[in-house]
């Protein structure tokens, strides 16, 4: 099979809106000039457009145009090495996706262990910030659910007590070895970060590695949220107010 017949044959298996690179179509070194000009080509007839150098995507078609990608496509390259996911979008960006604030971001943070990102996509800037964990396709969830309660008292233009019933609804969901993850991956988070998931799995009677987390954190110091014990019945035995 030619490279171009390879090419559109893969293409046609993708989903529209999803990106992808000259990795992800199957061909071999040598075979990257002749991708070059058959993706270029298929640029010129529209099947599919340019996000950025290197990456693709078939655009979604309506009755206004066509739509970019979501940016969390648009930033594969930056969150994923290879299949092995590196990086995660975190604050006002994440917290917009979750439905947590209305707020549109200024610009896109990427939380990663090692590497650092400064780049931009449309208009936006995007910046780099050092996650406290090793970034894996497994706890991307939780290092998320965990931002959420480290900028709680923080983000703008939420209802906390529609967030805290998010984060039991979230927490709740997961499975005990997620919750035991979670757990762990707290303990490398601020006290306040270890106080709230104490206080959260507390009030959902979820008591391993409880004892982890009260040790871990100080008894004489308090940890302002701006919440009430009518938002979270167990915030007072975490110190938290």
């Given at each position: 099979m030619r490279v171009a017949e390879k090419i559109v044959?893969?293409?046609?298996?993708?989903?529209?809106?999803n990106t992808f690179n000259y990795q992800e179509l199957g061909i071999a070194p040598d075979e990257y000039v002749a991708a070059a000009k058959a993706i270029e080509r298929l640029i010129k007839k529209s099947v599919i457009e340019r996000a950025s150098k290197g990456l693709f995507y078939i655009p979604k078609k309506t009755a206004f145009g066509n739509l970019k990608p979501a940016e969390e496509e648009l930033l594969k390259p930056y969150l994923f090495n290879g299949v092995q996911r590196v990086a995660y979008i975190t604050g006002i960006a994440l917290f917009n996706r979750m439905g947590i604030t209305t707020q549109v971001p200024k610009n896109i943070r990427i939380a990663s262990r090692d590497k650092r990102i400064i780049t931009r996509i449309g208009?936006?800037?995007?910046?780099?910030?050092?996650?406290?964990?090793?970034?894996?396709?497994?706890?991307?969830?939780?290092?998320e659910l965990l931002d959420v309660i480290k900028d709680l008292k923080t983000i703008p233009d939420t209802d906390k007590s529609q967030t805290i019933r998010f984060l039991l609804?979230?927490?709740?969901?997961?499975?005990?070895?997620?919750?035991?993850?979670?757990?762990?991956?707290?303990?490398?988070?601020?006290?306040?970060?270890?106080?709230?998931?104490?206080?959260?799995?507390?009030?959902?009677?979820?008591?391993?590695?409880?004892?982890?987390?009260?040790?871990?954190?100080?008894?004489?110091?308090?940890?302002?949220?701006?919440?009430?014990?009518?938002?979270?019945?167990?915030?007072?035995n975490w110190n938290i107010q």
């Open positions: 044959t893969k293409v046609s298996t993708m989903l529209p809106g208009s936006m800037q995007v910046k780099s910030v050092k996650s406290y964990v090793d970034v894996t396709n497994e706890n991307c969830k939780l290092l609804k979230r927490t709740g969901d997961l499975s005990n070895e997620d919750k035991e993850t979670l757990v762990d991956i707290a303990l490398k988070y601020p006290p306040r970060v270890r106080a709230m998931v104490g206080a959260l799995l507390e009030k959902l009677s979820q008591v391993e590695k409880l004892d982890e987390l009260k040790k871990s954190i100080n008894p004489l110091t308090t940890y302002d949220f701006g919440i009430s014990k009518l938002q979270l019945s167990t915030i007072e």
